[in-house]
């Protein structure tokens, strides 16, 4: 079963930059997919970004499109999120996401069935 292990989360100000880092791990090859969801207190998760391997297709929320990257190191399988231009409604727990094979249907943000145990990101003004 894949293990996932998130990383890079902290405290910025506005307009700053953060990099999350998630090592995936009990798996061997590649992910079929790969996401960042994120979750406000007081509001549900939400999908943030999609990476999906065969494709090199990537997915974003429009909130953070522009601003947010998702990327793979293959190699190291491990999943990134670069954020740059951040703003204090991104202060949430970030998840790291992943369907290691297709489970039927299809999301921007994968068919989840693994989680991470979350980076908080918090964001002053």
């Known amino acids: 079963q894949v293990q996932l292990v998130e990383s890079g989360g902290g405290s910025v100000q506005a307009g700053g930059s953060l990099r999350l880092s998630c090592a995936a791990s009990?798996?061997?090859?590649?992910?079929?997919?790969m996401a960042w969801f994120r979750q406000a207190p007081g509001k549900k998760r939400e999908g943030v970004a999609g990476f999906y391997e065969a494709t090199n297709s990537t997915y974003y929320a429009d909130s953070v499109k522009g601003r947010f990257t998702i990327s793979r190191d293959s190699a190291t399988n491990t999943l990134y999120l670069q954020m740059n231009n951040l703003k204090p409604e991104d202060t949430a727990m970030y998840y790291c996401a992943a369907e290691p094979t297709p489970r039927g249907g299809w999301s921007r943000f994968c068919n989840v069935d693994a989680w991470g145990q979350g980076t908080l990101v918090t964001i002053s003004s």
């Open positions: 009990g798996y061997d090859g590649s992910l079929y997919c």
